[in-house]
C-alpha cells in the first residue's frame, strides 16, 4: 500500500466547508510539500438526494449547469488555498453519488499517494441522515487517509 511519502499527488476532497479548508491547511503543516496535488469536488445530481422531495426525473440543463459551475469554482477555491500551503495543486470537478465513491475511485485513477479531507463530525441524527463522506473514505480506499477537524 502506497504511504504519504509516495510519489503521486495528494487528494484533496473538498467542499468548500470550513472542515475542508482545515484540512488543506493541517496538510500544508504535516506533509512534504511541493508536491503534486488534485482538489476534487464531488457534486452529486440532486436527483440523488432521496429526501429532497418527489422523484426528479430531469432537471432543467440551466440547473445542472448551474450546480457544476458552482462545484468549478469551489474546486478552483480549494486548489488556491492548497497552492497556498505549498501543493503545487489543480482542480478537479466531478459528478457522483454517493461523493464518498468517487473519491475513492479518483484516489486510485490519479495513484494518489494520500486522501485528505475535513470531516464535519456529524453525530447522532445527523450522522444517521446524511452519512459521514469522511468515514466511508476511510474506510473503502486502499490509500492513506488524513482527516482533518476544524477547530471550534
Not at 42 to 51: C, N, Y
Not at 71 to 83: C, D, I, P, S
Not at 91 to 112: F, H, M, S, Y
Amino acid at each position: 500500500m502506497p504511504n504519504a511519502t509516495d510519489e503521486g499527488p495528494v487528494l484533496f476532497a473538498y467542499d468548500g466547508s470550513a472542515h475542508a479548508k482545515a484540512a488543506i491547511e493541517e496538510a500544508g503543516r504535516q506533509l512534504r510539500t511541493g508536491r503534486g496535488a488534485i482538489v476534487l469536488t464531488v457534486w452529486e445530481p440532486l436527483e440523488s438526494i432521496p429526501f429532497i422531495g418527489a422523484p426528479l426525473t430531469s432537471l432543467p440543463r440551466g440547473v445542472i449547469d448551474e450546480v457544476e459551475e458552482r462545484a468549478r469554482q469551489v474546486a478552483v477555491e480549494g486548489a488556491e488555498l492548497a497552492r497556498g500551503s505549498g501543493f503545487d495543486a489543480e482542480p478537479l470537478i466531478e459528478r457522483g453519488a454517493p461523493a464518498w465513491t468517487r473519491i475513492v475511485e479518483l484516489a486510485d485513477q490519479n495513484k494518489a499517494a494520500i486522501v485528505v479531507l475535513g470531516s464535519h463530525g456529524r453525530t447522532g441524527l445527523g450522522y444517521a441522515l446524511m452519512g459521514s463522506v469522511a468515514t466511508a473514505v476511510a474506510q473503502h480506499v486502499k490509500r492513506p487517509v488524513m482527516i482533518s477537524h476544524a477547530a471550534s
